[in-house]
Every structure is written in C-alpha cells, then in structure tokens.
C-alpha cells in the first residue's frame, strides 16, 4: 500500500508550493525552516511529507534538482505537471485523465491503494486536487496535422521541370477514340502523369516527349513522324509528316 499526502489545510500548502519559484534556495527544508516562514500549525507540518512525496527534497530535508525546476517561473506549470505525474504514476495508469476525475473516482482509487479512513481518505483527494491546480496538464507534444500531399509540383530536384499530361477527353481516362477504358457503369481509374524534364530541354525535345506520349499512352498513330517522303512529295504530305502535339499544346 502506498503512502499518499494528505492534508487538513491545503491552501497553506498550496501557498508554501507557490512560494518555491521565488524564495532563496534553503539548505534544508525543517520544521524550524518552516516556522521561520510563518507555517508554524501543526497542520503546516503535512507539508514536508507533501515534498518528499514529490521528491522535491530528500529524506534529509535537502531540495532536489526538481526543487531548482520549479525556480524557471516561465515553465512552472508544465514542470510542476511533470513531477506530480512522476509521482502519481500509478494514479495517472489507472484513470485516465486523472485531474479532470470527480472525488468520488478518486476517493475510491485512494481507497483501493490504502488502509485509511474515509476522512484520510479525502484529504488524500484534496492534496492531490490541489496540487493538480498548480500544474500545468495541457499536451504540447501532440502530434501536428501532417501537411496535404500534392500530386504535382512546379518543380523537381536537380532543376528539372515537371510538366502534368493535360486532362481532357484524350486524357488516361479513355482510348485514342475516346472510348472508355473501362466498360460503362464500371469503376473509372484516373492516372495523374508527369514528366520531369532536364532544364537545357528546348521546344524540340519537349515536341518529341509529348509525340512518344500520344502514340505510346493514348494510341495516337497520328503522332508517330512518317518516312521522309521522296522530293517532290505533296505539301499535304510534308504537313501530316510533321504534325506531332498533343491536344492542348
């Protein structure tokens, strides 16, 4: 069974916790160290068993480094949370959310987890509820909302430019006769296509990509260059052979 601090005066403890940050840092904390501060009744003295609990000072009455914790104003709370829960651990296993949780939640752990009275019992509830007023339970280590994964960007490692395949009736949706891939009524698949290209490309190479592109993916006979054509050929001929764009470029 363990021994829980209790307390029939907690707001002179709580004024004693408050005051840490502030005072010079004894060499010992005594019943005579209390006197001297004003914490002269005998319900003053439930303090020192209060900071040996939360390791605040030792069996001798020495502080501790989480004694100098609590002296960083700015992060009282947040520290102070972290040695009230290091010294509840087994509370905070058992209830979740402890803080938050009625008396009688806790009253009744107190009573699974001791052999004291009722009344014990509930100035157990008091320190700990007071103690948790002092403390500072926000969670700052939650997890932060991952960023929206884009399926494009203007721009890719090593200088490369990154050009989307355009959308539109002879996009992946369909065949070079605009057909659906798949049978009407079906699920639809969509494919999002790139092309990353180096940044010394020029209009030709880029022209010749998009070529590859239309016969390759979409089917488009037209797009593959024909044979050069003997002199003398029809200019309708010299135009077909260099007929190469996808639609939209």
């Known amino acids: 069974m363990s021994d829980f601090p209790y307390s029939m005066s907690v707001g002179r403890m709580q004024q004693f916790v408050k005051e840490i940050p502030t005072m010079t840092v004894p060499d010992k904390v005594v019943t005579k160290f209390l006197e001297a501060r004003g914490y002269k009744s005998t319900n003053d003295r439930t303090i020192l068993p209060t900071l040996r609990f939360l390791n605040l000072i030792d069996d001798a009455g020495a502080p501790t480094s989480k004694w100098q914790l609590l002296r960083d104003r700015q992060n009282f709370g947040a520290n102070f949370a972290s040695i009230v829960r290091e010294a509840y651990r087994d509370l905070f296993n058992t209830l979740e959310e402890a803080p938050a949780r009625s008396e009688a ?13 009722d009344r014990m019992v509930s100035a157990m509830v008091s320190v700990f509820k007071m103690l948790c007023s002092l403390a500072d339970f ?17 721009s890719a490692p090593g200088g490369e430019r990154v050009v989307p395949l355009p ?7 369909t065949r070079a006769n605009n057909e659906p891939l798949l049978p009407s009524g079906g699920p639809q698949v969509a494919l999002n296509v790139q092309i990353h290209l ?16 239309a016969h390759h993916v979409l089917g488009r006979q037209d797009s593959v260059k024909k044979e050069a054509k003997p002199r003398g050929a029809a200019k309708v001929e010299e135009a077909e052979s260099e007929e190469a764009t996808l639609p939209g470029f």
């Open 138 to 154: 926000s969670d700052s280590s939650s997890p932060e909302p991952e960023a929206p994964q884009h399926s494009a960007s203007p």
């Open 167 to 173: 959308r539109g009736q002879t996009s992946i949706e």
């Open 198 to 213: 180096p940044a010394s490309a020029d209009a030709s190479f880029i022209d010749s990509v998009f070529r590859s592109l």
């Open 105 to 117: 939640e806790l009253a009744n752990y107190f009573r699974a987890n001791t052999k004291s009275s």
